[in-house]
């Protein structure tokens, strides 16, 4: 993906980069130092020049256009060579505002640089002119990002968002062993917003931490609710997604015990669900946080298993109660036997290490019957039951709906 550092040396006077070529990458200046010159009306204008610790060649690789200028050594050079690959994925993460704005900012430096040789165009000014078609969609893409930052912050006090409950039956006996808390928001100028678009501009703006604040107390809330209706009992839980974002935030703990305190709740009865992902970015500050949470009684489980790379021995370590294999091995189970392979294999993993194993986005039948025979332990998806509002879910609790499964 990104590769191991590559260093290269120039001699004093050599070209390092010429005006108008191709960049595939850019530089930092460990020892020596460069000249940066454009031509202007037939002569050399130096720009500028660039010593130690300095970087250059940069904006190529940022905006995909030529380079803006020569660069020559003025004294042997060693450089760190920072390739396309290394930086375009961390360009490809940005922010869409920052990317636009980082953007931007390049085209009117381009634009001061393209000034300079008014007198003289030459062909790289008409290549590196900006592509209108790329800089609308930029623009269309951050004020759209900043619409639904702003609306996203005025949604949890205007009660635009609400939880939706999707109903988990246990393997065995088919009753009902809780619910997975799913956000949802009602805007109310776009109609129904997928959480798939607002957790990320939550996750990227901040605002995740008052978003799960919201879902931890709403959750807490329900199954208060809950606990009172005839089908609840000891075991039951109400599970809520949480992000990488909030494990690594210190207050996260408290910001769950004040939901459970406030509602007096039992903490056994909400499950929180955490990606394989998110747990593998940072395994050891993760573990610490997961044993906190199992000591103050909280039900834990893998969300999205067999998608994150879980590295064995932390699975073996994490204090977790479940597993919830990803539905994309369930979408395919009836087409491809080796998903079948794969789900056996993960069932006997995590009965192995005492863990339940969860599966979710069942929406046939044969899926259904399949992974009883594997031994899953509970099942959600649409066949069992669709995300519900609160009162149909409670209704539910009182007398179970009478579907195909259940
Ligand atoms: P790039 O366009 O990839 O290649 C030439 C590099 O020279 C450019 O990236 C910048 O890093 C640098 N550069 C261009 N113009 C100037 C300037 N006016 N002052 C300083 N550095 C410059
Ligand atoms: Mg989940």
Redesign the pocket.
């Known amino acids: 993906m990104s590769g191991s550092i590559i260093r290269k040396r120039f001699s004093q006077g050599a070209e390092i980069?010429h005006?108008g070529?191709l960049?595939s990458c850019?530089y930092v200046i460990e020892s020596g130092s460069v000249e940066?010159s454009?031509r202007r009306g037939g002569s050399k204008v130096v720009?500028?020049q660039?010593g130690p610790n300095e970087?250059?060649?940069?904006?190529?690789?940022?905006d995909d256009?030529?380079?803006?200028?020569?660069?020559t050594a003025v004294e042997d050079c060693e450089l760190l060579v920072l390739s396309k690959a290394q930086l375009q994925q961390r360009i490809d993460n940005l922010d869409p505002v920052l990317k636009m704005v980082l953007g931007v900012i390049l085209d009117r430096?381009?634009e001061?640089?393209r000034s300079m040789h008014s007198e003289t165009r030459s062909p790289t000014d008409v290549i590196s002119a900006v592509d209108p078609q790329m800089q609308i969609k930029a623009y269309k893409a951050a004020i759209n990002r900043i619409e639904l930052e702003q609306s996203l912050r005025v949604a949890v006090e205007d009660h635009q968002l609400e939880l939706f409950f999707q109903p988990l039956v246990g393997g065995r006996d088919g009753r009902l062993r809780g619910f997975e808390a799913l956000s949802r928001w009602r805007h109310p100028e776009r109609g129904l917003v997928s959480p798939a678009i607002f957790i990320e501009a939550a996750e990227e703006s901040g605002l995740i931490f008052k978003l799960t604040e919201w879902a931890l107390h709403s959750a807490c809330a329900a199954l208060k609710r809950i606990e009172k209706t005839p089908l609840f009992y000891d075991d039951f839980t109400i599970s809520v997604n949480v992000s990488a974002h909030e494990l690594s935030e210190p207050a996260f703990i408290n910001i769950v015990t004040e939901a459970v305190q406030r509602t007096g709740v039992n903490p056994k009865n909400l499950t929180l669900e955490i990606t394989e992902s998110a747990l593998m970015k940072n395994p050891d500050a993760t573990l610490e946080v997961l044993e906190d949470l199992k000591s103050l009684g909280f039900s834990l489980s893998i969300d999205d298993f067999g998608t994150g790379y879980s590295s064995l021995s932390y699975l073996k370590r994490y204090p977790v109660h479940a597993i919830k294999i990803d539905r994309s091995f369930i979408v395919d189970l009836e087409r491809d036997p080796r998903c079948v392979d794969i789900i056996r294999a993960l069932v006997g993993l995590g009965h192995d290490l005492g863990l339940n194993v969860v599966c979710e986005g069942i929406e046939t039948r044969t899926q259904y019957d399949k992974l009883l025979e594997l031994g899953c332990d509970a099942l959600q998806g649409y066949l069992i039951g669709k995300p519900m509002p609160l009162d149909d879910a409670l209704a539910r609790m009182c007398a179970p709906a009478v579907c195909e499964v259940c």
Not at 55 to 62: D, P, R
Not at 65 to 71: D, F, I, N, Y
């Open positions: 980069f005006e070529e960049g850019a940066i454009t720009l500028a660039r970087i250059f060649g940069e904006m190529a690789i940022v256009k030529p380079r803006s200028a020569t660069v430096f381009r001061s640089l």
